[in-house]
């Protein structure tokens, strides 16, 4: 069985079996097969698209962190965090009992199965395994629907029967969650026009296409604007979201450069290619001239367009997010403006600041690609406030 111990409770949840092993199949089969998701696979839930499997990935992904990633060492205990794989046998005598539990989905939903699991990871006695009971679902065909594969709640529309007042399962929770992720086009099959707000970025650019050699070559923000930004963004914290997509891959090929390049003070993020059809990224933060970088590999899919969020903490932690899902975090500096130059794109030189001692050693490796829906904070934000509301310039346009 594929089981998720809730935190605090030692509870044990199974997980629907042709799922979690539908989703493994596709992303641990093809990586390295350890029985959970960790490394290069996390970065590739978008072949999920927006289905009940993405749902399902992101709860294991949230068990692993939860249980702090601990048990990942031994590929052969197929556990990490509070997710693991364990062996059970069906209970329906000694473990039926689980069947009158509160919060049990309806039948046209899910059934379930009363299992006894050889828990060998997180609740033992004298390192040996203890039989647990649990339950074990089997999601109805079109509960996809209705029931988030992630594990919250299903939403319910209040409704009447025969003059009797019902609720009904609704597809709020499920359709709300995928324009969250995948907005405005984001993702595969993704949702047009769902925002209701208003971003609360500081700055919102449309973006576009970039090319080397061309008058698209490069943003400069100096020149747009910076709106409601403050002029000592990054003092508070700094967070950068946009849809990215690479048409070539070049070491160093920079997507965004803020910074002063004679003080060295800036912030960045450029192309960490080390082979292959996926592309890494690096994240940079400097204070005078001292860098620190978080390298996450296998980011981006050469020609594939992907959302994603770089966060800076007020203390300076750095952290890097894709399609919904923290796939890095490392110390980094609270570097502030003002800053002398900010460039979306590296410009025709590809330099990481377009000018200053970067220059040269940079020169050929000019952005190609595509950075879309920009939206800049002068703050730390989660994921769900970076894809949050319509950005401003579409809001001036309306």
């Known amino acids: 069985v594929f089981a998720v111990r809730s935190t605090g409770t030692d509870t044990l949840k199974l997980i629907d079996h042709e799922h979690a092993q539908t989703v493994l199949n596709i992303l641990d089969g093809d990586g390295n097969a350890n029985g959970v ?12 698209g927006v289905s009940a499997l993405f749902g399902v990935a ?8 939860a249980g702090n990633n601990e048990g990942g060492g031994d590929t052969r205990q197929k556990r990490l965090g509070n997710f693991a794989q364990m062996g059970a046998t069906e209970a329906p005598h000694s473990c039926a009992a689980l069947l009158q539990a509160e919060g049990l989905l309806s039948q046209s939903l899910a059934s379930y199965t009363p299992m006894c699991v050889k828990d060998t990871h997180f609740l033992t006695v004298v390192d040996q395994p203890m039989g647990r009971c649990a339950l074990q679902p089997k999601m109805v065909v079109g509960s996809q629907c209705f029931v988030p594969g992630n594990g919250m709640p299903v939403s319910v529309l209040p409704g009447s029967e025969n003059e009797t007042a ?10 709300g969650l995928a324009s969250r ?31 080397p050699g061309t008058g698209a070559a490069a943003l400069d923000m100096k020149q747009v604007g910076l ?12 967070s950068f979201y946009a849809l990215i997509r690479f048409d070539r891959f070049k070491w160093e090929m920079p997507v965004f450069a803020f910074g002063d390049a004679f003080y060295g003070d800036y912030i960045t993020v450029d192309c960490r290619h080390r082979g292959g059809s996926y592309s890494g990224l690096g994240f940079t ?19 594939e367009e992907a959302p994603v969020l770089f966060t800076v903490s007020r203390g300076g932690q750095m952290t890097m997010w894709l399609r919904g ?11 502030a403006g003002p800053f002398s130059e900010m460039y979306i794109a590296g410009g025709q030189t590809g330099a990481r600041l377009p000018s ?3 220059n040269r050693r940079r020169r050929n490796a000019g952005f190609e690609g595509s950075v879309r829906d920009i939206r800049i904070w002068d703050r730390e934000v989660s994921w769900s406030e970076a894809v949050s509301g319509v950005p401003q310039h579409q809001v001036a346009l309306a």
């Open 285 to 303: 933060t400097a204070s005078a001239g001292h860098a620190l970088t978080l390298e996450v590999k296998d980011m981006l899919r050469l020609h």
């Open 356 to 358: 200053g001692r970067n």
């Open 37 to 48: 998701l960790d490394g290069f696979e996390v970065t590739r839930l978008r072949s999920l």
């Open 227 to 238: 709106q409601s930004l403050s002029s000592s963004l990054g003092a508070g914290g700094f």
């Open 166 to 175: 019902v609720k009904r399962p609704s597809t709020a929770s499920v359709c």
């Open 58 to 65: 992101e709860r294991i992904i949230r068990a692993q962190e």
């Open 181 to 211: 992720i995948f907005r405005s086009g984001q993702g595969v099959g993704g949702w047009l026009s769902v925002g209701i707000d208003v971003s609360t970025a500081g700055l919102t650019l449309p973006g576009g296409e970039f090319l």
């Open 325 to 335: 899902i923290r796939v890095g975090d490392h110390a980094g500096h609270t570097t």
